[in-house]
């Protein structure tokens, strides 16, 4: 059942208590008459929220089938749980025809910088799984490379997201005492201003930098992936002062579907960051592997793009701040795409639950 049948459904049940009461009388005959299945009518009637939450509904409306409709101020047959829907149908992805290549991995810097310090075993692990993801992303032959991460040392002018128009890209990891860990990319100025100038057109807010200084949110994954040195790299840098909105990341890479299906290259889209990962003092080392795997198995599902929908302090208070870098690379490879988790790794030394997954694009249909 689609999310946008079931919203309809509980707004006209919210807006009529004559249909209300009918509908808590017999579910599963009211509610084929707003076009639910027997299921999904029970869902509601029960005040499921967790199952609601899971089919892509906001907080605001499922709050409405417990609190509600079912007098229950305890709210007590939510759980809070996050569930994976499977029972719906996913849809056909509608992948730009460009996009060679998506996928994702975290950029722990004690990755390349001090490795030791995690259990050796789990190090080898990941890093197989940056292997495995480097020759996928070098056999699609990409011509141009989006690259999303977090802000962690840098500041702009903007509430959202920075696009780097430059000519070149370059910094090192001096921060964590490695200046040799350096890297120099080549950017791609005019295929940058195309996306600023689409963002624009649909009233997103975006900021075009021509400086991007490297840190180790690009360093780390680059340093490992990128195929060839010469290779066009275009930075999104998320959270700049700190804006967080899921459904906003979302909207975000879709706009960028536009420029990749209209400009002829053949683009790689590459999302950093996290899973579970917490900066704040006292929280620092904590691995959330349940909400992590909860992560992964929607994007194993097809429905990475329903994380989109979650209220932000969902992912928040799971640690996954960084996700804002995987939904923009979601919502331009559009839903229905299946991920691959090539690795994960919950490491509490180095501070998080770090992953590597390849987004398994449908075969081009001239191929």
Request: some cysteine; hydrophobic content about 45%.
């Amino acid at each position: 059942m689609d999310a946008k049948t079931l919203e309809r459904a509980i707004l006209a049940l919210a807006k009529d208590t004559d249909l209300l009461a009918r509908f808590r009388e017999n579910p599963a005959a009211v509610g084929a008459e707003m076009d639910l299945d027997a299921e999904w009518a029970g869902v509601i009637a029960g005040g499921d929220r967790d199952r609601l939450r899971s089919a892509g509904l906001v907080d605001g409306i499922t709050i409405l089938v417990s609190r509600w409709f079912a007098d229950d101020l305890g709210d007590s047959t939510s759980a809070g749980r996050f569930h994976v829907e499977t029972s719906a149908a996913l849809p056909d992805p509608d992948v730009p025809a460009n996009l060679v290549f998506a996928g994702g991995c975290s950029h722990v810097p004690d990755l390349l910088a001090r490795p030791e310090i995690d259990p050796a075993e789990a190090v080898g692990r990941l890093s197989e799984g940056y292997r495995r993801l480097a020759e996928r992303l070098a056999a699609a032959d990409p011509e141009v490379l989006i690259v999303t991460a977090d802000c962690h040392f840098q500041s702009f002018n903007t509430g959202a997201f920075v696009v780097g128009s430059g000519a070149t890209h370059t910094g090192s990891m001096e921060f964590f005492k490695r200046p040799d860990l350096d890297l120099t990319l080549t950017g791609a100025p005019e295929y940058a201003r195309a996306l600023v100038d689409a963002i624009r057109a649909e009233g997103l807010e975006v900021e075009e930098s021509p400086r991007i200084d490297l840190d180790h949110g690009l360093i780390v994954p680059l340093r490992q992936l990128l195929p060839r040195p010469d290779l066009p790299v275009i930075p999104i840098i998320t959270q700049p002062a700190r804006g967080f909105s899921p459904f906003g990341a979302r909207a975000f890479g879709e706009v960028m579907r536009y420029v990749v299906a209209g400009r002829g290259k053949r683009v790689a889209m590459l999302a950093t960051g996290g899973l579970s990962h917490w900066l704040d003092p006292g929280k620092f080392g904590g691995v959330d592997v349940e909400f992590d795997t909860y992560v992964l198995e929607m994007l194993q599902a097809g429905r990475g793009c329903d994380l989109g929908n979650l209220e932000p302090y969902a992912l928040l208070d799971h640690g996954q701040y960084e996700f804002l870098n995987w939904l923009i690379m979601l919502g331009l490879t559009g839903p229905g795409v299946r991920g691959e988790v090539l690795a994960y790794e919950p490491m509490e030394a180095s501070g998080g639950g770090w992953t590597v997954v390849d987004m398994l694009l449908p075969e081009p249909v001239d191929a």
